[in-house]
């Protein structure tokens, strides 16, 4: 298990931007894909954008593709997720995930894929 802690969420207007981050914890020595889910109000948690351990690929939810950009930077041990062009049905819990033991350019993309869950930041466009 690695501790996450995600961070950056807020209200913005529709056409704004905002820039998630999530951190591990320290001491986290294994490597590991990173992803992004979403969860509005009652409705299912589902995939947003993912990045391999080696950053060299991404993959991104088509309902976000071309607004959402996944990036990490392992020397800081974070991952982030640049939200632009925001629209309201945007507006969710936004839960950052690890999946150990990944190498190379491996992508996971759902949520049973994931063993290590932060515990959220709320994301809230308003139109």
């Known amino acids: 298990q690695v501790q996450l802690v995600e961070s950056g969420g807020g209200l913005v207007q529709a056409g704004g931007s905002l820039r998630l981050s999530c951190a591990t914890s320290?001491?986290?020595?294994?490597?590991?894909?990173m992803g992004w889910f979403r969860q509005a109000p009652g409705k299912e948690r589902i995939f947003v954008a993912a990045?391999?351990?080696?950053?060299?690929?991404?993959y991104c939810a088509d309902s976000v593709k071309g607004r959402f950009t996944v990036s990490r930077d392992n020397a800081k041990n974070t991952v982030y997720l640049q939200m632009n062009s925001l629209k309201p049905e945007d507006t969710a819990v936004y839960y950052c995930?690890?999946?150990?033991?990944?190498?190379?350019?491996?992508?996971?993309?759902?949520?049973?894929?994931?063993?290590?869950w932060g515990q959220g930041t709320q994301v809230t466009v308003s139109s």
């Open positions: 995930a690890a999946k150990l033991g990944t190498y190379g350019n491996y992508v996971p993309q759902s949520v049973a894929d994931f063993g290590s």
């Open positions: 320290e001491g986290t020595y294994s490597n590991y894909a």
């Open positions: 990045i391999s351990w080696s950053g060299r690929s991404t």
